[in-house]
Each structure stands twice: as C-alpha cells, then as structure tokens.
Antibody, heavy 126, light 111 residues
C-alpha cells in the first residue's frame, strides 16, 4: 500500500525558513518523480515543485523559484522541500504527491498525481 | 487567476447527470493529457480521471472524462450525495520551462 506522510509544517515568521519532509513507502521510491502541491486556506490547488526519480531534474512554479528547493534522499525514501524567504502568501497546506505516467514514455507531460499525502500546514505570520 | 478555467460551482439532484468544463490553451490541454482530482471536504485530493478519460481502479464508472481541442469535461452520471466535493482539472503546460497547472476548482453541490 502506497503511503505518503508529510511533516515539518508549522508557524514561521515572514522571511523565515522551514523544511518539509515526505516519507514514502509501498513503492520503489527512486523509480518515480515526486511533487509538492499546496492549497491556501479556502483556495484551490497550486502546483509548487517536482523532481525526477534520480533527483537530477527539478521544476518549480514561478511563485517559488529562487526561494524553495526540492530534493530527495532515495536511500531514505524521503522527499524534501526547503522553503526560504517565506511570505504570508506561502501560507497553505502542502501536499506531497507521487507522479505516475500514462504512457511508456515517462514524460512529465503525460504525468499525473496518483497518490497524495494528508498534507502539512505551513503558516507564515508575525 | 488559474491557467485552466473551470466554473466555480455546479449542482444537481440525486440521479442526475452533471458536467464540469475545463478550458485551457494550446500549451496545456491542447498538447497534453488532462487529469481530474476530487477533493472531499477536509481531505486530501484524490485522483479521479487520468489521461483524459481513464479511471483508476476503484473509481465508479459513473465518472467519465473527455477532451476536445483545448477543452476538457468531467461528467458524473447517477449523481449521489457522496459526490459532493471540489473537482479540479490539471494538465502539464509546456510554457515557462514546463509546469503543472490546475483549474480553479468546481464545488459540486448535490441538492
């Protein structure tokens, strides 16, 4: 059974930093790209970042580029999101998600999020 | 402002068929596959439809998806009270070095 368990959320002041973790189990972690998606209170879903299975390729939304860094430790089956220079508008529930592909060509353009964690709340406020 | 456009709300009575639209552009829906997610109140999103019209195992065949050009639709037939949720469309967008984009979400109310 695939399980994704996020941790690391909490209250942080504007300009501060936080590192989120996502512990994965039930699948061969290194074989799959992973992603972070966030949801501000009462708002819709917003894609944040993604990373390839090897960790060699990373992708970011413009809203977080230069401030957030996605990484993974395949030996620990864990995904990370280092968040720096946090702003009030970064307040959201952050979900990690496993990426699956709809074709034999494992391209992100054919990818979708087949499993999601339960989310961890990040609140940026003074 | 979301890259993909969905109606903010939809409604229907039990047993009815409802559709939710999702409009995009040539850089996302027009050239890539569309996926749909269901988010029940207070829970994490769940994959509902992938690759335009494919249902993961466990998703009832009351749910179906379609795509034409730069638009997509989610149809729910035989509406049930437990279908009351938020629904999001999503697709990969080839612009700006590549990114996933979501619709703003449609809140479905079962009357």
């Amino acid at each position: 059974e695939v399980q994704l368990l996020e941790s690391g959320g909490g209250l942080v002041q504007p300009g501060g930093s936080l590192r989120l973790s996502c512990a994965a189990s039930g699948f061969t972690f290194s074989s799959y790209a992973m992603s972070w998606v966030r949801q501000a209170p009462g708002k819709g879903l917003e894609w944040v970042s993604a990373i390839s299975g090897s960790g060699g390729s990373t992708y970011y939304a413009d809203s977080v580029k230069g401030r957030f860094t996605i990484s993974r430790d395949n030996s620990k089956n864990t995904l990370y999101l280092q968040m720096n220079s946090l702003r009030a508008e970064d307040t959201a529930v952050y979900y990690c998600a496993k990426v699956e592909y709809s074709s034999s060509v494992r391209s992100l353009s054919r990818g979708y999020f087949d499993y999601w964690g339960q989310g961890t709340l990040v609140t940026v406020s003074s | 402002q979301s890259v993909l456009t969905q109606p903010p709300s939809a409604s229907g009575t039990p047993g009815q068929r409802v559709t939710i639209s999702c409009s995009g552009s040539s850089s996302n829906i027009g050239s890539n596959t569309v996926n749909w997610y269901q988010q029940l109140p207070g829970t994490a999103p769940k994959l509902l439809i992938y690759s335009n019209n494919q249902r993961p195992s466990g998703v009832p065949d009351r749910f179906s998806g379609s795509k034409s050009g730069t638009s997509a639709s989610l149809a729910i037939s035989g509406l049930q009270s437990e279908d009351e949720a938020d629904y999001y469309c999503a697709a990969w967008d080839d612009s700006l070095n590549g990114r996933w984009v979501f619709g703003g979400g449609t809140k479905l109310t079962v009357l």
